[in-house]
């Protein structure tokens, strides 16, 4: 009875621990430069040195990959005119050749918890036995990167813009761009 009791318990908080995923906060947007070096910009202070998160690279096909944070970092890693209010910024160390420069999103879960299926990562990050994806499109002059609750037309959970500053090709739908 007693092993029956420890094992309901380990559900029990292993179960409010996925439910606690917080998308505001969880989900923060990273700028991989042509030289490798990456840096988040995320709605929470309370990353330290050495803790690991995910990077979804959204280029097809999709990867997801470990990043550590390796400093705080005192400005907005993407720059003034895509400063969050409320957003810390922080450097990351990917694995060498993990990406070429692009945006990405980083996310506060361990690497795996996320699969890879025809090319497009997702995760039950949240625990509500839906798997979130991961998307990014284009507007008129910046990107929208978001996250669904399920396969599209799930429920929208995370939404970010990334301003450019050239004009591009639109390939959002209004569900993605809406505020």
Known sequence: ???????????????????????????????????????????????????????????????AVTAEVTALHGRPCRGEANARAGDSHYLLRLAPGTADATVALAVLAPVSAFSVVGGLVSADLDGDGRRAHFRSCASQEGLHLTVWSAAAPGRRRFHAYHYLGYDVEPSCTDAEVRP
């Open 1 to 63: 009875m007693h092993r029956l009791g420890a094992a309901v318990a380990g559900v029990v908080l292993a179960a409010s621990s996925a439910a606690a995923f917080d998308f505001a906060s969880g989900i923060g947007i990273v700028d991989i430069d042509a030289g490798g070096r990456a840096c988040v910009d995320i709605a929470t202070g309370q990353l330290r040195v050495g803790q690991q998160l995910t990077v979804v690279i959204l280029a097809e096909p999709q990867t």
